[in-house]
């Protein structure tokens, strides 16, 4: 499975923006798609994840500013960023996770966001 994250950029403190993860393969077939975070120096966390029976997991830092949706006719995952602040700053990655006997991994590019405050 390839990943292709698009959506980073800059903004201003209390902006928005939207993250797309677009997936090589159906995301119907996919047990858990994901937005983890990484600064520097810092371990990747998870921001989001949403699995494909429809269950939604958020870190504590971003619920009720983060959304993270699934389109399966697009094969594509959507993170929805409001409420933006320069905590949030970090390098997101999209994250496939399968399970088919046993655990397979993957991870798209990352894509940088800003914000300033």
């Known amino acids: 499975v390839q990943l292709q994250a698009s959506g980073g950029g800059s903004v201003e403190s209390g902006g928005s923006l939207r993250l797309s993860c677009a997936a090589s393969?159906?995301?119907?077939?996919?047990?858990?798609m994901g937005w983890y975070r990484q600064g520097l120096g810092n371990k990747r966390e998870l921001v989001a994840s949403?699995?494909?029976?429809?269950?939604?997991d958020y870190a504590d830092s971003v619920k009720g500013r983060f959304t993270i949706s699934r389109d399966n006719a697009k094969n594509m995952v959507h993170l929805q960023m409001n409420k933006l602040t320069p905590e949030d700053t970090d390098v997101y990655y999209c994250?496939?996770?399968?399970?088919?006997?046993?655990?397979?991994?993957?991870w798209g590019q990352g894509t940088l966001v800003t914000v300033s405050s």
């Open positions: 994250n496939a996770w399968i399970l088919q006997g046993r655990v397979f991994e993957y």
């Open positions: 393969s159906k995301i119907s077939t996919i047990n858990i």
């Open positions: 949403i699995a494909a029976s429809g269950i939604i």
